[in-house]
């Protein structure tokens, strides 16, 4: 669901691909593309696993499954998804630099420039303001204790 180039489709090229992006980046010959590139999307890939596992070492934290060793592996995954987002950000702004255009105000607005046929004709804002509705809803009810079983 999403856009097309918010979809896994897109993220996902390959390693065949991903090799030939990190060629052509060495070689000079870089192209622009308007999603994320092939290593780019394979990175946000991993940084959507990376907080799924925030999500669950801290429930089981909280739960008290496997003593400290939930905790731990919590806060560790944590320090690694930190560092993935700052490589992330950096590597946005090399190759902002390389290809002289700001990917760090596309990756903000969500906008970047095209062709006309690269355009996405209808924006999905509905389904997004769902999303951010719906995940403001569950983070007050878990807040007021209105779903005890996921705080207790």
């Known amino acids: 669901m999403g856009t097309r180039y918010a979809r896994f489709t897109q993220f996902l090229k390959g390693p065949v691909e991903m090799i030939k992006h990190a060629k052509s980046l060495l ?14 999307g394979i990175v946000m890939v991993g940084l959507m696993l990376l907080i799924l596992l925030i999500g669950l070492t801290g ?17 560790a995954i944590a320090s690694l998804a930190l560092a993935v987002v700052v490589v992330h950000v950096a590597a946005a702004i090399i190759m902002s630099l390389l290809q002289k255009e700001n990917l760090v105000r596309s990756m903000v607005t969500g906008k970047k420039q095209g062709l006309p ?19 403001i809803y569950c983070f ?13």
């Open 27 to 40: 070689s000079g010959n870089q192209h622009s593309t308007p999603g994320h590139n092939p290593v780019g």
């Open 117 to 135: 046929e690269e355009a996405i004709r209808f924006p999905q804002y509905l389904i997004g303001l769902l999303l951010v509705l719906g995940s």
């Open 59 to 75: 429930y089981f934290s909280v739960k008290e499954f496997l003593g400290d060793l939930m905790g731990e592996a919590h806060e």
């Open 140 to 152: 007050y009810m878990i807040m007021t204790g209105a779903a005890p079983s996921l705080t207790q």
